[in-house]
C-alpha cells in the first residue's frame, strides 16, 4: 500500500534528508515513526503524500507511482489520504463544521451529500456538539480533533499524522491517541510521527526509528511487510 | 463555480483594506494609462482634422470648355483614392482668397485668379506618396496647368503622424505593462495573504485549477473595478481640461468598454501570473 524503494531526498540548502530507505506499510497497519528532531520523519511522510518527490528511488502510494507524477495525479492521490499537523492547519474564520465542509467543497463533492458526511465524521471524533464553534473557541485537543475530521472525512485508506499530539497536554494526547486507535482499528492504517515515546511504549503497533535520514530500527524486521520490501528491492 | 464565487467574496470580507487598496492601486495605473489614451486619442483627432484639408488643387488652362471640364471632373470622382471633387470658377477663387486673406481683399482683382478643380481624398489616400501619385494623374490631363497640394506640408503631417503613432503604441505598451506588474504585485499580496489557506486546498485534494479560480475571479472583479473607476477620473479628468483648458474628446463608447474589458483582462493575467507562481512553490 505503501512502499518506499531506496529512497533519496536532499535538499538545495540543507542536504541528504533520507538515504537509502525502503519500507512497506500494509493495508490497515498502524505505524509509529519516531527519532530526534531533523532526523528525517517529516520528509518521509512528505514524501508520502507527494508534497515532495524522492531525489532517487521510488515511492508507491496506493498505486500511484512518485517518479514522473503529475500535479493533478497529486491532488487526486491526496483525496485518498488524510494528513494532520501539530499546529492543526484550520481555517481560523470557518466553524469546524465548515473547516470540514471544506475538505468536500474542494473535490466538488455533491452540495447535498456534504452536511451529512460533515455530521457523521464531527460524531465521530467525539465534536457533534461544537460544529459551529470557531478553532479560537476550541481547546488544542478539539482543534485536533477537527482536523482529524477534515482529514477523515474523504474515508481516506491512510492517515498521516505528523506529531499530532505535540501541543496537547497529556489528557488531550491521551484522547487523541484513542481517537487514532479507533480509526485503525475501523480499518484505516495510520502513518505517525511522535516524539512521544511514552505512546509508543504503551501500544503494540510497529515502530519504526530513524535517524540521520536512516531506518535504524524497524519493529516488524524479519516479519512478513519487511521482507516482502526487500523481496521487491 | 458558485464556491469559487464564494471564496472570492470571502477573500474580499476578510481583508477589506487590502481588496479597497488593491482596486484603488489598479484604478491609479489604469488611469495614467487612460489619461495617456486621452492625449493619444484627441493628438490623432486634431491630426485627421488637419489631415481631411489635405487638398489637391487642379488649376486649368483659360478657356477650356465646361463640357470637357465637367467630364474630367467624373473621370477624376471616380478615382478611388478620391471622395470629392469640386468645380472652382474664378469668381469663387477670388471671393475665396478675398476672405481667407481679408487684409489683402483689395489687392485682387477680377479675372487675377484661374479657375480650378479641388479635390478631396478619402481617410487612408492622404499619404505622402498617394497624394502625389493622385495629383501627377489629374496633371496628366491636357487641360490642368499647375497642379498644388503644399507638398511640403503634407510631408510633414505624415511625419507628425508617424512619430504620433509610433509614440502612441510604445508609450501605451509601457503603460500597459505597468499597469500589468502592479496589479500582479497587488494581486499577489492577496494570494500571500491567503498562502495558509492555498496549502490546505492542495492538502485536502484541491487542483491547482480549482485554487486558480476564486483567484482569476477576484483579479477580473478588482479589475473591472478599478477600469471602470479609472473611466471615471479619466472622464473628470477630461472634463476639467475642456472646461478649463482646450476641448478635449472623451473616448467613444466601444473604446471606454475597450478600456473595461482591457482593465479585466490585466486583473485575470495579473492573478494568473502571481497564483500561478505562488502555486508552483506549493
Known amino acids: 500500500m505503501i512502499r518506499f524503494q531506496h529512497v533519496y531526498k536532499e535538499y538545495p540548502r540543507t542536504g541528504l534528508a533520507l538515504q537509502d530507505v525502503s519500507l512497506f506499510v500494509a493495508k490497515g497497519e498502524f505505524v509509529f515513526l519516531i527519532g530526534p528532531s531533523g532526523a528525517g520523519k517529516s520528509s518521509l511522510l512528505k514524501l508520502t503524500y507527494m508534497d515532495e518527490l524522492p531525489t532517487k528511488g521510488d515511492v508507491w502510494v496506493s498505486g500511484v507511482r512518485a517518479k514522473g507524477i503529475k500535479r493533478r495525479d497529486v491532488a487526486k492521490l491526496r483525496r485518498k489520504l488524510g494528513v494532520v499537523f501539530q499546529d492543526f492547519r484550520l481555517l481560523e474564520d470557518r466553524t469546524a463544521e465548515a473547516n470540514v465542509a471544506f475538505a468536500l467543497e474542494v473535490i466538488d463533492t455533491p452540495r447535498s451529500a456534504i452536511p451529512g458526511k460533515v455530521a457523521r465524521v464531527l460524531a465521530q471524533v467525539g465534536l457533534a456538539g461544537k460544529a459551529t464553534s470557531y478553532p479560537r473557541e476550541l481547546s488544542g485537543g478539539e482543534q485536533q480533533r477537527v482536523a482529524m475530521a477534515r ?25 487523541v491517541f484513542q481517537l487514532l486507535r479507533d480509526i485503525n482499528a475501523s480499518g484505516t492504517a495510520v502513518l505517525m510521527a511522535t516524539h512521544n515515546l511514552d505512546l509508543v511504549r504503551r501500544s503494540e503497533y510497529r515502530t519504526i526509528e530513524v535517524n540521520r535520514g536512516q531506518i535504524v530500527f524497524d519493529s516488524a524486521d524479519g516479519d512478513t511487510a519487511r521482507r516482502k520490501v526487500e523481496g521487491l528491492a | 463555480m458558485r464556491l469559487a464565487l464564494r471564496e472570492t467574496m470571502i477573500g474580499f470580507r476578510r481583508a477589506p483594506v487590502l481588496s479597497m487598496l488593491s482596486i484603488t492601486t489598479i484604478a491609479f495605473s489604469l488611469f495614467a494609462f487612460g489619461l495617456f489614451s486621452l492625449v493619444a486619442v484627441n493628438i490623432r483627432k486634431t491630426l485627421r482634422d488637419v489631415e481631411s484639408r489635405v487638398e489637391i488643387r487642379a488649376f486649368l488652362a483659360d478657356g477650356t470648355p465646361v463640357e470637357v471640364v465637367s467630364a474630367a471632373m467624373g473621370d477624376i470622382g471616380a478615382f478611388p ?109 492577496a494570494v500571500m495573504a491567503r498562502s495558509r489557506e492555498i496549502s490546505i486546498m492542495r492538502l485536502v485534494g484541491a487542483t491547482d485549477a480549482f485554487i486558480r479560480r476564486p483567484f482569476l475571479i477576484e483579479g477580473f472583479l478588482k479589475g473591472l473595478l478599478g477600469g471602470g473607476l479609472a473611466l471615471m477620473l479619466t472622464w473628470f479628468a477630461s472634463e476639467v481640461i475642456s472646461r478649463n483648458f482646450v476641448q478635449t474628446e472623451f473616448f467613444s463608447r466601444p473604446l471606454a468598454v475597450l478600456g473595461l474589458v482591457g482593465g479585466a483582462l490585466i486583473g485575470v493575467l495579473g492573478s494568473s501570473l502571481s497564483v500561478g507562481r505562488h502555486l508552483r512553490k506549493v
Open chain 1, 151 to 175: 482529514a477523515l472525512v474523504n474515508d481516506p485508506f491512510v492517515l498521516i499524522a505528523d506529531e499530532p499530539t505535540g501541543n496537547l497536554d497529556e489528557r488531550a494526547t491521551r484522547g
Open chain 2, 81 to 189: 483614392e478620391v471622395i470629392r471633387v469640386e468645380y472652382v470658377s474664378p469668381d469663387s477663387a477670388l471671393a475665396r482668397a478675398r476672405e481667407e486673406l481679408g487684409e489683402f481683399k483689395d489687392v485682387f482683382e477680377s479675372a487675377f485668379l484661374p479657375a480650378s478643380i479641388d479635390v478631396r481624398l478619402r481617410e487612408g489616400y492622404r499619404d505622402p506618396n498617394t497624394v502625389r501619385t493622385v495629383a501627377e494623374r489629374i496633371k496628366a490631363f491636357q487641360f490642368v496647368d499647375d497642379v498644388r497640394f503644399g507638398e511640403e506640408w503634407v510631408d510633414k503631417l505624415h511625419r507628425i503622424r508617424n512619430v504620433a503613432t509610433a509614440a502612441g503604441v510604445i508609450l501605451g505598451l509601457a503603460f500597459a505593462a505597468v499597469a500589468v506588474i502592479i496589479i500582479g504585485a497587488t494581486i499577489r499580496m
